[in-house]
């Protein structure tokens, strides 16, 4: 600081009472937040308490803690200074720990693109509910039938049959991870009650709420006073089966406008899907882009959907989940009137399967819906012909809108130059002149 600055100097803190080292070769030091830590590959482990705060202030524990960090330094020294992660010993592994273990083995799958982001979100909320209700420095041997049975009934309270039996499966293959890895020596004891709802409790509940539909001249309604990117979201939902999550990951990347398609595997299981777009559909995406909000944050670059924020539609993070797709969709139907229970954005994809079926294509269904085929048929297939695809594309459309003459409908006279060769699924020139449809929607 120069002799002429007007700049106070900076107070340090005072100094908390720290203990010294107990012994000039002590492997450990006092850090000022009461901890016996030490710095081992880059990182700060704490090994036990030299303090505790009472009363707002930081107060040294009975002999200052330093035996017992000691002694967990010991036991921990070896895999921590090796890179490897420190085992439990028989009988000490804690809900917490567990949790951790199990989420570090699905990160390394969704690093490596095995597991998809919404899934790895759903373990990671799946053990933090556990450790919220067990407690997290709980011993996993300690656990008995009757704590799995508390947890049964507080997600009851919660959810439905539907996510409650999903959430019982994540619960059960969290502590299966920790039986196949060695890190519980026996299979948990469940009990009789920790089960997934059956499936006559399944049919109930979908009779007691009804049909999971809206009406064709209700969508009309919704696609009329949506605003610019929320229409496109509608459409995309009706015309290929989106969910919230598909809409709000679909990357730029996966979408061709001008020829009228899309091919993007599902974020949450990674199963390919392909899907023609309506002119309706076309319109409104480039009426999207063209007010797409510049992205203020990196996993938005290549996002086709950016809110006003610049941020994604659906966001994850360590501490909660936003969906503004579900938000300002709800928003939507209550507007209209159109609200009630159990309707939301995912009842488009409900609408898209319940039309199309009578299209009586279910394999063309299953590519445009990303949903698999476990048949020998689906080992064998190695792709489907474009033409179906417009078929089914067709005929939900046609339900929705009605047929028309008026240069939005099929066009018989399609030359075969129309259907680009770079499509990598467009066989056969008898599909060309029903792919006409979607270039020409494309080019509107």
Not at 70 to 92: F, N, Q, S
Not at 116 to 143: H, I, N, P, S
Not at 287 to 310: I, Q, Y
């Amino acid at each position: 600081m120069s002799a002429h600055s007007t700049r106070k100097p900076r107070r340090r803190k005072a100094a908390h009472d720290r203990p010294k080292k107990p012994y000039p070769d002590f492997p450990l030091y006092a850090h000022p937040l009461g901890y016996w830590s030490k710095k081992i590959r880059g990182k700060i482990i704490n090994f036990g308490r030299w303090g505790r705060v009472k009363d707002g202030k930081l107060t040294r524990v009975e002999g200052d803690g330093w035996k017992d960090a000691l002694e967990a330094y010991k036991v921990r020294a070896d895999d921590l200074h090796t890179g490897r992660t420190p085992r439990a010993k028989e009988g000490e592994l804690t809900v917490k720990e567990l949790g951790d273990r199990f989420l570090t083995a699905k990160n390394h799958k969704l690093a490596s693109g095995e597991l998809g982001v919404r899934m790895f979100e759903e373990y990671r909320e799946t053990c933090q509910l556990v450790a919220d209700t067990f407690g997290k420095e709980r011993l996993v041997d300690d656990l008995a039938a009757d704590d799995f049975e508390r947890l049964r009934a507080d997600m009851a309270e919660r959810w439905g049959p539907v996510r409650l039996g999903n959430a019982i499966t994540r619960v059960k293959s969290v502590f299966k991870y920790g039986v196949d890895n060695g890190l519980i020596e026996k299979a948990m004891r469940y009990g009789s009650e920790f089960r997934k709802p059956g499936k006559s409790v399944l049919r109930r509940h979908k009779a007691q709420n009804g049909e999971r539909m809206l009406e064709a001249d209700a969508l009309r309604k919704l696609i009329d006073a949506a605003g610019v990117p929320l229409k496109a979201m509608v459409l995309l939902g009706i015309n290929c089966g989106f969910g919230n999550h598909d809409v709000a990951s679909l990357p730029l990347s996966a979408l061709n406008v001008e020829r009228g398609w899309i091919d993007f595997p599902r974020p949450k299981t990674g199963i390919g899907r392909r899907c023609p777009l309506w002119p309706e559909t076309v319109a409104a995406l480039k009426a999207a882009l063209a007010e797409r909000p510049t992205p203020r944050d990196k996993a938005a670059n290549d996002l086709v959907f950016v809110n006003s924020r610049g941020l994604p539609w659906v966001r994850n993070t360590d501490k909660s989940r936003s969906d503004t797709v579900a938000v300002q969709f709800a928003k939507l139907l209550k507007e209209l009137k159109l609200h009630k229970d159990g309707l939301g954005f995912y009842t488009l994809r409900h609408v898209f399967r319940t039309v199309a079926d009578a299209a009586r294509d279910p394999v063309a269904i299953d590519l445009i819906m990303g949903h698999a085929d476990p048949s020998m048929g689906g080992h064998y297939r190695e792709r489907l012909e474009d033409a179906r695809l417009v078929a089914v594309a067709e005929h939900v459309r046609a339900w929705l809108f009605g047929k028309s003459d008026d240069g939005k409908g099929k066009s018989d006279e399609a030359e075969a130059e129309d259907a680009t060769p770079s499509e990598p699924q467009a066989t056969g020139k008898a599909q060309r002149p029903r792919l006409r449809l979607y270039v020409e929607g494309g080019a509107a």
